[in-house]
């Protein structure tokens, strides 16, 4: 496979913690970064690299990897989080990029 | 502040040729690449190809290669995406992007494409 593998959808009680899972030959080269995408609105940067935040994202973000995963976790979830999210990362050549298909979070 | 300003939203025959425009500021407009990425109503994200400001390089998604074209204006500060053969299967919302290498963290606002 050549591909970013993810969930189509997950759900998660509100205060609660949830995990989200990218999975890619790649990945075992190439850090994952993290989009949250809300209808209407282009996607917006969450976690990148080894597990960084960009400023103004919450806490409540982080990221982790092993092997050919990656991992988006949401400690805490609110409401405001429900959203549909994507990871991306280079190919195995490292010339191209390459998104996952991208997880619906619902906050119940 | 940063801003990727895109031009307007096109409606296209099948076969046309479309060109979308991707205006930047607020940085340094050769340190960071431009990525294209294409997103069809209720589907995921789906990167095309991206370019170089400094150098012009290009590298392109297999599955565009020779049907896509990204370009740019430096003086201009402007990116351009240019589409051929377009078909019903190219109707979606077309964004730019900013990037260091994989890393996107500016987004433009998207320019939807309708081909009908």
């Known amino acids: 496979s050549f591909g970013l593998t993810q969930d189509p959808a997950v759900s998660v009680a509100l205060g609660q913690t949830v995990r989200i899972t990218c999975q890619g030959d790649s990945l075992r080269s190439y850090y994952a970064n993290w989009y949250q995408q809300k209808p209407g609105q282009p996607p917006v940067l969450v976690v990148y690299g080894q597990n960084n935040r960009p400023s103004g994202i919450p806490h409540r973000f982080s990221g982790s990897s092993s092997g050919d995963t990656a991992s988006l976790t949401i400690t805490g979830a609110q409401a405001e989080d429900e959203a549909d999210y994507y990871c991306?990362?280079?190919?195995?050549?490292?010339?191209?990029?390459?998104f996952g298909g991208g997880t619906k979070v619902t906050v119940l | 502040q940063v801003q990727l300003v895109q031009s307007g939203a096109e409606v296209k025959t099948p076969g046309d040729s479309v060109k979308v425009a991707c205006k930047a500021s607020g940085y340094t407009f050769k340190d960071y690449v431009i990525h294209w990425v294409r997103q069809a109503r209720g589907q995921g994200l789906e990167w095309m190809g991206r370019?170089?400001?400094?150098?012009?390089?290009?590298k392109y998604s297999p599955k565009f290669q020779g049907t896509v074209t990204i370009s740019r204006d430096t003086s201009a500060r402007t990116v351009y995406l240019e589409m051929s053969r377009l078909g019903s299967e190219d109707t979606a919302i077309y964004y730019c992007a900013r990037a260091l290498v994989a890393t996107i963290d500016q987004w433009g606002q998207g320019t939807p494409v309708t081909v009908s």
């Open positions: 370019i170089n400001p400094a150098s012009g390089d290009t």
């Open positions: 991306n990362s280079r190919d195995t050549s490292g010339h191209h990029l390459l």
